[in-house]
């Protein structure tokens, strides 16, 4: 028998057979044995886990609930890996049913929001609330029924209301097709909801996947879609509609015969787009694309120079980058300047196939726009109008009053870019990968030609132009020799937003220098004459890249250790330190001395991330300063932060800190219909005479994240407001309640409450995270029903915190608070961003799992109950 020592691990599969084995036996112990069993499920699931059995994994689970089919703690851990593996639609209805069996599971309920979250992306209630796009779509649709299209196919549904308004006027047959699972069974279900059940046939499917007549038995005369996003193409339009050009659609009307019949030939709408661009100078996009500054916390950054954000648009970009990112240019922070006029970019006939198919092998076209002031070149942007037909058109500009965003190109060249009024900005505008691309290849100023090439050193080559021919010339000498820089490196934008962040740097370099000053003199003169002092150990246990510990590790005996995991942040931390002159031993990363445990560290699960690295620096040795992540970038606190938090207290010398040492929320009660209009359908009226609302509303959740609240459009009704504070080096506070009472300043309708941090790094030095130059983003709750206040009202807010998530419920003056199931209570999570649903729901896993009853039955909860 192996004995404790020799053992490697507890062989929790074998204990789970054997639990298996005899609770099937003796029912009767299930009681007894329940905790004991779920602890042994859950650690032998985590090492399948590791392992990658998947398969083994999940049947695991399903045996566990033969056993226990009501154990809501198993039914949410096994959403949990449902979601971890990208099965969202599968784990949200695990995370619903879990809430069900228990309906204060703070957890399961955590879980699920994040869910509804990824499911379902916010910009539906936009869409849906934006009255008059759902007008104009309608009205074209009507109008092609009406004219004779009698067959159509809704192309991406999404909640079914083209489709519909494709029955209402009149259409004989319709169909529609949706690619998320979830969206899918939204639709079913509000298509029925709305007497039309039967009358719509709708598909699980990718429009790419589909055939007549397999899939529908004829080709449609009209094809409705609104598969656009802000960067017109990112939603695959391009290929969906030259797809079913070929193989969904009846032919195109012919030119020459204007008078067939709209029932036998084929039509699209959109009928086509326009899309128009603009140069622009813009600091908020400057300052989360390009590093500006050239020294922080005493650390000269002029290493940073390659240093560029996921975001290119230029040729030799790789798979890693995105073409583009959006902003909502009217409520950019800091504003913006047009450099140039808007000019059109692009003309695309959706109703012609030859134009569709020919996009991405069209030559690029090339722009001499007039620049019209002076300023910085930060980003090209571009937004479209959609025609609907000859008459309706929606448009996408920063003019507009619109939900849409507009798609942002930043210019990332290694030196700055000024424009002058007078110039002339030569751009190229191309289609690669069905994606719309806007590069700025030169500037023309006085007939001279600098070229922007990222790729050449700094601006090159003047020569006198005279001709189109010679600027043409020019052109083409200044395109060759693209040789990629040499030092460049990828961050992610709210990275180089930080490196920006100077005051946040200075802060920190400044509180840890006087926390490191104090310990060294509390220890006195040590050693002998010329012995090396001990040194003082920092560690940071920052998520993404951080610059923190080269900042500490430049003061003499310190080392300084980095849990930078990635290679490229490595990299660039070395070339930093090189280049700073710091002692090659003052600094060192944290998980290549963890060893093993951490080689997997990134597909751990985000829970387990972060715990595992506290750890003493060595067996006699104790940290004088742990640096913790406190705050996400989305605006949300960091994840089993208070464990953390004691842990690492656990870890220091005497007298050592954590940073920050104490957190300070505070938020301000505000009326906005901007968060009402992204959080749910609002109003009680029919959308389009749909009903809709109630299906969509359910993906709900009670905290945005990711705003600017400097620009969010609200009326104050109240100061900022301390709403609680964390102390990481006293308290291990994971379960506390408060009230906070608030006194109003203005009347109005209390919908939401934004919330930020102010991070104590010690007595007198703090941070905020919501400031001019933070890279933090912020959140807010949002109130399911609003609260009407007068000037002066007290307004009650009951905090509770349980272990991840808070919880507040807003009430009126000095009502008693009894009824936990308030509809104002909502929590704080950690979520996501929305991001695209994938539509990877056809695996053999997937289908395996829908097909056991208790899965589609608990799905269908989550959508339609
Ligand atoms: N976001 C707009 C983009 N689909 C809209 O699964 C504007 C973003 C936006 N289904 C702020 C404001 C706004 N076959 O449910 C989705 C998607 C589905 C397909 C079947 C296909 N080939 C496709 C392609 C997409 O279509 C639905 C709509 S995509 C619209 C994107 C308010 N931020």
Known sequence: MPNATTRPKRDYGTAFVHYLLALNLAPGLKDYARESFRVTLFKWTEELDSLGRVQDLFDCYEQALELFPVDEVIVNSMGEHLFRMGFRDEAAGHFHKALKLRPDFAEAKENFYRAANWLVERWHFLMLNDRRRNQKYRQAIQKAVESGCSTVLDIGTGTGILGMCAKQAGAARVYACELSKTMYELACEVVSANGMNGTIKILHKKS????????????VSLVVTETVDAGLFGEGIVESLTHAWKHL?????????????????????????TV????????????????????AGGLSLCAMGGVHSPVSCSLDADDSTEPYTTERLSQVPGGYAALTEPFRALDIDFNSVQELEGLCSREGSRFRLPVTRDGMLDALAMWFELHLDKETSLSTGPQEDTCWEQAIYPVQHLSECSLKAGDELLVEVSCKDSCLRIHAIAVVRDGLVTSLDDSASGPVCGQTLGTEAELCSALASLQTGRSGSQHACVLESSEIA?????????SYSRALEKLLRALRASRGPQGGEGAEPNPLYVLDVSEGFSALPLMVGRQASVKAYS???KQRHQTLLRRLAKENGLR??????????????????????????????????????LWSAIVLDCVEICGLLRQKLMEKATLARCLLEDGGRIFPERIVMYGQLVESDALLQESAVQGRELTLGFDIAPFINQFTVPVHVFLDLSTLCCKHLSEPTELFVLDLMNSSANHTSQEVKVCTTSAG?????????????????????????????QAAVVLQQPVEVS?????????????????????????????????????????RNSHSNDGQFQSVLTQKISSSEGMTQSTEQVVFK
Not at 208 to 219: A, F, G, T
Not at 498 to 506: G, L, S
Request: with cysteine; net charge negative.
């Open 498 to 506: 930080m490196i920006n962040n100077v005051q946040y740097h200075e």
């Open 584 to 621: 090659p031993d003052s600094l060192e990363f944290w998980l290549c001395r963890a060893g093993e445990d951490n080689r997997d560290a990134a597909s751990a699960a985000p829970s387990d991330s972060g715990t595992t690295m506290l750890q003493r620096p060595s067996s006699e040795q």
């Open 563 to 565: 849990s930078v995991e």
């Open 791 to 831: 000037a002066g009202e007290v307004v009650c807010l009951s905090i509770k915190v349980h272990k991840n998530s808070l919880s507040i419920t807003a009430r009126k003056g000095e009502e008693p608070t009894t009824d936990p199931t308030h509809p104002n209570k909502f929590m704080f999570l950690s979520m």
């Open 749 to 777: 309708r209390l919908t939401a409450i934004p919330f930020w941090y102010q991070l104590h790094l010690d007595e007198e030095i703090s941070i905020s995270t919501f400031s001019a130059c933070s890279h933090w983003k």
């Open 249 to 273: 659609l009846l032919p195109p009307q012919n030119p020459q015969d204007p008078y067939s019949s709209p029932a036998l030939t084929g039509r699209v709408i959109p009928a086509g787009a």
């Open 276 to 295: 128009f661009g603009m140069a622009l100078e813009c600091s908020e996009i400057r300052r989360h694309h390009r590093v500006c500054v050239l020294e």
């Open 208 to 219: 790419l996947e589909m055939e007549v007549p397999k899939d529908i038995p004829e080709r």
